[in-house]
């Protein structure tokens, strides 16, 4: 029987980020025995640069993951709820393909600085993810 792991997340939130190589080192050490549910926070429903270059740089020096705060003054997204939906949307084509659409939109606004808030973004996001946007 399977354990049951609930990961409450957000696709913008750094700190998500920053223990996404901890997440994936017990998929793969425990496999099958833990059954994954990533439940969507939604924990911003508006975003802006104050407090949040120093959350991000503090947690790239604590995780060692990368991060671009500079998304922040060059395009911030104005929410992560749109994201957040995505991903739950993405779910109804399997679990494996939402935790890769997960990792694609964090890895993109966190490290890669891309403007993941809309649906044109959010749907070419899923299409580089080898998903079925439609």
């Not at 997340?9 to 833990?34: I, N, Q």
């Not at 802006?48 to 740089?57: A, C, F, I, K, T």
């Not at 993951?65 to 995505?86: H, L, Q």
């Amino acid at each position: 029987m399977a354990v049951r792991v609930r990961c409450i997340t957000d696709p913008a939130c750094v700190w998500s980020w920053a223990v996404e190589p901890g997440v994936r080192a017990l998929m793969v050490e425990f496999g099958d025995e833990l059954e994954w549910t990533f439940v969507m926070g939604g924990l911003a429903r508006e975003l802006g640069p104050e407090g949040m270059v120093r959350q991000w740089l503090d947690a790239s020096g604590e995780s060692g993951m990368p991060t671009d705060p500079r998304v922040w003054f060059e395009g911030p997204i104005r929410s992560s709820y749109p994201a957040c939906m995505a991903v739950k949307a993405a779910q109804e084509q399997g679990p494996a393909a939402a935790a890769g659409y997960l990792r694609a939109l964090r890895e993109g606004i966190v490290a890669l600085r891309l403007k993941l808030d809309t649906t044109e973004a959010l749907v070419e996001a899923a299409r580089g993810a080898h998903l079925d946007p439609e």
